[in-house]
């Protein structure tokens, strides 16, 4: 990726590259916080926003997934606040050019066991959670489609795909 600061300058099949090895988890991270469409749509958006801003104080560039996805949560957690009706100013907001080691390693490893853990989930519960992970903007009626499910029975299905999953990754905590 080449850049003076300028979207301009980045490489569009470089961009392209990084949106779609990225951009799933980026929203999956953004709506973990509860947010609606249109707020993880927003801290998606700042967080690619934030990353051209930055691309020339990137300093390893074999980090850039940790980078967009702390980033996200960053975004995503001053959205999650101003939603609640705290006030928040950009001074709230974490300086983001360099991510925390810790929690990298921390994300990384969790979502390896997560990832792990819906291996071993059935149909359609394990294509269910990855069209939402990596799709989040996918309707019902598309999933209904995708899955060949019931419109209706998408929710009380993700539900009971989470519960079970939250189970499995909370076994392995245990033990």
């Known amino acids: ?12 099949a470089a961009w392209e590259d990084l949106v779609a090895r990225f951009d799933g988890r980026m929203w999956a991270v953004a709506r ?53 009706g705290e006030v928040v100013s950009d001074l709230d907001v974490p300086d983001t050019a360099l991510p925390d080691p810790t929690a990298a390693v921390v994300d990384a490893d969790f979502g390896r066991q ?23 903007e996918a309707r019902y009626a598309q999933i209904a489609v995708r899955l060949n499910l019931p419109i209706g029975s998408i929710g009380p299905t993700r539900a009971r795909c989470m519960a079970r999953l939250r189970a499995l990754v909370e076994e392995e905590d245990a033990s």
Do not use: K
């Not at 792990?116 to 059935?122: K, N, S």
């Not at 519960?125 to 992970?133: A, D, E, H, K, P």
């Open 114 to 136: 997560v990832w792990r853990r819906l291996d071993l989930l059935g149909e359609p519960c394990r294509s269910l959670i990855r069209l939402y992970v990596l799709h989040p």
């Open 1 to 12: 990726m080449t850049t003076d600061n300028s979207f301009a300058t980045i490489d569009q």
């Open 32 to 84: 973990a916080f509860g947010l609606s469409t249109a707020d993880a749509a927003d801290a998606v958006q700042g967080a690619w926003l934030r990353l051209v801003e930055s691309a020339d104080t990137i300093r390893d560039p074999e980090r850039i997934g940790a980078w967009l996805v702390t980033t996200t949560r960053h975004e995503a957690a001053r959205l999650s606040r101003r939603a609640r």
